[in-house]
């Protein structure tokens, strides 16, 4: 079965991430997508975005990795929420599974990016 474009740009996403090549999964995302940084705290736009990744690259002191276990994409016309069990580790940390929520949007040329970005899934409620 032919792999879903969406996973493969999740895929290059969590390499670009592990990798800090920040133009790259820049590229992933569109224009004004909104990544949640953490429960209460949002990057708006690619800068604010790229601001962040390199922000939280030192967070993890330069070793950050993810993976993603399950994947579940519910999709219609342009727009496609995705569920996902994604691990994150770091050194010196135990890996974190997190229930995130992806919204990715289709653009005239028939490249999905991800407009949503939110590795936190319904936890940012737990803030409110």
């Given at each position: 079965m032919k792999e879903h474009p969406i996973i493969r740009q999740i895929k290059a996403a969590d390499q670009a991430i592990m990798a800090e090549d920040f133009d790259r999964l820049l590229d992933i995302y569109t224009g004004d997508a909104v990544l949640v940084v953490q429960p209460g705290m949002n990057a708006?736009?690619?800068?604010?975005?790229?601001?962040?990744?390199?922000?939280i690259a030192v967070y993890f002191l330069h070793g950050l990795q993810v993976t993603q276990e399950a994947l579940e994409i519910l999709e219609t016309g342009d727009t496609a929420l995705v569920l996902a069990n994604t691990i994150i580790s770091a050194p010196d940390a135990e890996p974190t599974t997190r229930q995130a929520t992806y919204v990715f949007v289709k653009n005239s040329d028939d490249i999905w990016r991800c407009a949503i970005d939110n590795s936190y899934g319904h936890a940012i409620l737990q803030s409110k």
């Open positions: 708006v736009g690619k800068a604010q975005i790229c601001q962040a990744f390199e922000k």
